[in-house]
């Protein structure tokens, strides 16, 4: 039995290809907004990293009506380091817009994720976006959706997908690209009559799937999902099925559906709706709510495994405590537990240290991203750098591996190519486009991919661009060189001069500005060979009573390169760490002492 008039629809795409920015023509164009509300560009990016990043880290719900029918939009990561957040909010559709950029066609993020909606049998619109761009192509972009779709086995009907043409930033969509119409409701219409209303149980058993967590202030911890059989009232006790076969009896205490982009509360709810309910706080991703006399589990919600890890510790460094609010193991841990309740793709383990804590995630950026925002929170802590998770097949070790997909000048493409193998990855595709640019495909192991994104930007001087896509696990592919170049690392506290800095021109580059302060152990750049350099950076000019001719000239210092987060934790050795505080990011060796150091070092090589 389906219900005729709700539809629950995903929105997916590659990031930058105009996904939220569609929403918002949408939420708009149903009269969800007030004649003169204030309208915020990217409504649905709330988070302010989101809004930095111009990408999508968490999935989010809003819903807008059409004629009768309610319309539930999920708005979907693109990246697939989030893709633990897909997984979930395929859980909760009947259907997915696919939206393509005119001109660049369905990149490698936009195939991970039509592979899980795919997988899940669910009909797709193809939604083809920016076709005001000069370099629009939407006949070849269509052909290369339709290749994409046979080479992931997509069954008849999935192929026989429809096809609306939009330009999101004015709200306009058409059934054919030269149409006059000004508005979205011809992808309305396609969506109310290519998506199915959501299939309900018969009503005798309630099962509510919790997909997603959020937390409210005035009701605590919101569970997130679908109602797929039955009904739900507020005040009303249920029984809780969790993990195993845990079943305990809740109390929903409020109960919300989704209206424009506010939760609206209400007294009962229906199959097929996208809800909201509070009154529970140890309620987690995958329970299914039920009858008490008659509880029915949903299956658990299961998304691909964490492929690398980083151990946090706590902020051992001379700073530590200066700027942080939260600096204890017991508080970092709590936080990391936090997050695992919400975010089904990071797992968290104890170590042999009382201090650090080992986190697994999908990929560096989601680990980027998690550090960041616990920056923000005001916690002050350390990372390690990232190390990829193997397992052990048929006796042999395997780690994962992944393609990259890179888009270059010609005059790059034999450096890249080197480099790549370098790092023992190997190339399965080369395609000259004619004007001046080449695509590669290459295979390459995760562990392979650490560090490499810096180098990348570097080596094409900012003009290539690479994506990345999980492609399961292969033997232990051996040893595999990382950075090339080692560190310049102060050897005493105090704070950088421009005399010193001066001293360190042809030794290396400097990622620290002169007057900042330093202690024993922190890494102040990077040498320009390989070996690190343990250096006086807080030297300063001695005066005599003899002035030289030249001794009045102006010195003009070379500026110092800055790392951004993503950099620094790309940039680090096995022996090293990236300080995190609200204030600063240093970089440091894990033992500060050099002549510790020097001993350890002798070990590794004896």
């Known amino acids: 039995m389906r219900k005729d008039n709700i539809r629950n629809i995903a929105i997916i795409a590659h990031v930058d290809h105009g996904k939220t920015t569609l929403v918002d023509a949408m939420l708009q164009q149903s009269g969800v907004y007030h004649e003169h509300q204030h309208i915020e560009e990217r409504v649905m990016d709330s988070m302010d990293l989101e809004k930095e990043r111009g990408i999508t880290i968490t999935a989010k719900n809003t819903a807008v009506r059409y004629k009768d029918i309610k319309i539930n939009i999920v708005d979907t990561p693109g990246h697939a380091d989030f893709g633990g957040e897909v997984e979930r909010s395929l859980n909760m559709v009947d259907g997915a817009l696919l939206l393509v950029d005119a001109s660049e ?49 997509a069954n008849e009907e999935q192929i026989e997908f429809s096809i609306i043409y939009t330009n999101a930033k004015i709200g306009a969509a058409h059934n054919k690209i030269d149409d006059s ?25 309630t099962q509510f799937l919790v997909t997603n967590l959020d937390y409210d202030n005035y009701v605590g911890r919101l569970a997130i999902g679908r109602m797929m059989s039955g009904e739900l009232e507020s005040n009303r006790s249920y029984a809780l099925c969790g993990e195993g076969d845990s079943v305990s009896t809740i109390k929903i205490s409020v109960l919300y559906t989704y209206s424009g982009l506010e939760k609206t509360q209400v007294e009962k709810v229906e199959a097929g709706d996208i809800i909201a309910i509070a009154g529970e706080e140890n309620v987690q991703i995958g329970d299914t709510v039920s009858n008490v006399d008659n509880p029915v589990p949903l299956e658990r919600i299961k998304v691909d495994e964490p492929t690398i890890s980083m151990i946090f510790y706590v902020n051992s460094g001379p700073f530590a405590g200066r700027e942080g ?101 190997r190339m399965v595709n080369l395609h000259n486009n004619g004007n001046g640019r080449v695509d590669m495909e290459f295979v390459i192991t995760s562990r392979g991919l650490i560090g490499f994104r810096s180098q990348f930007l570097i080596d094409t001087k900012g003009s290539g661009v690479m994506n990345t896509l999980f492609d399961g ?16 690392v102060s050897d005493r506290a105090g704070k950088i001069t421009t005399y010193a800095s ?20 922190m890494i102040i750049g990077e040498r320009n060979r390989s070996g690190d350099l343990t250096v006086n950076i807080t030297k300063e000019k001695k005066l005599t009573n003899m002035r030289s001719s030249t001794s009045e000239a102006t010195v003009v210092l070379r500026p110092s390169r800055p790392l951004s987060l993503d950099q620094a934790i790309e940039f680090i ?18 033992e500060l002492d050099a002549g510790k150091r020097a001993i350890l070092e002798k070990r590794a090589k004896d």
Do not use: C, H
């Open 181 to 205: 119409s000004t508005n979205l409701i011809p992808l309305f219409d396609q969506i109310v009559s290519s998506i199915p209303g959501p299939e309900v149980g018969d009503g005798s058993v």
């Open 573 to 590: 050795a096995e022996d090293e760490l990236v300080e995190i505080t609200p204030e600063s990011m240093r970089l440091r060796k894990m």
């Open 325 to 425: 609010k939260f600096l204890t193991s017991r508080q970092i841990r709590e936080r990391l537990d936090r997050e695992k309740l919400r975010n089904v793709s990071i797992q968290i383990k104890d170590t042999d240290r009382a201090d650090a804590f080992e986190v697994a995630g999908r990929g560096e950026l989601q680990m980027a991203v998690l550090i960041e925002t616990m920056r923000r929170e005001g916690y002050e802590f350390m990372v390690s750098k990232p190390t990829v998770i193997t397992k052990e097949e048929n006796g042999r070790v395997t780690e994962p591996v992944e393609r990259i997909f890179i888009d270059v000048p010609e005059e790059f493409v034999g450096v890249i190519t080197e480099n790549v193998a370098k790092r023992k990855g």
């Open 473 to 488: 696990y292969e033997p232990w592919y051996g040893p595999i060189p990382q950075r090339l170049t080692g560190a310049l």
């Open 105 to 153: 066609g369905p990149l490698p993020q936009t195939r991970f994720v039509v592979q899980k909606a795919l997988e899940k049998k669910l009909p797709i619109i193809l939604v083809i976006n920016k076709i005001d761009r000069p370099d629009a192509r939407p006949d070849e972009v269509i052909d290369e959706v339709y290749d994409l779709f046979i080479e992931l086995d």
């Open 502 to 521: 001066l001293a360190m021109v042809d030794r290396g580059e400097l990622f620290v500005e002169v007057t900042t302060p330093v202690y024993a152990g």
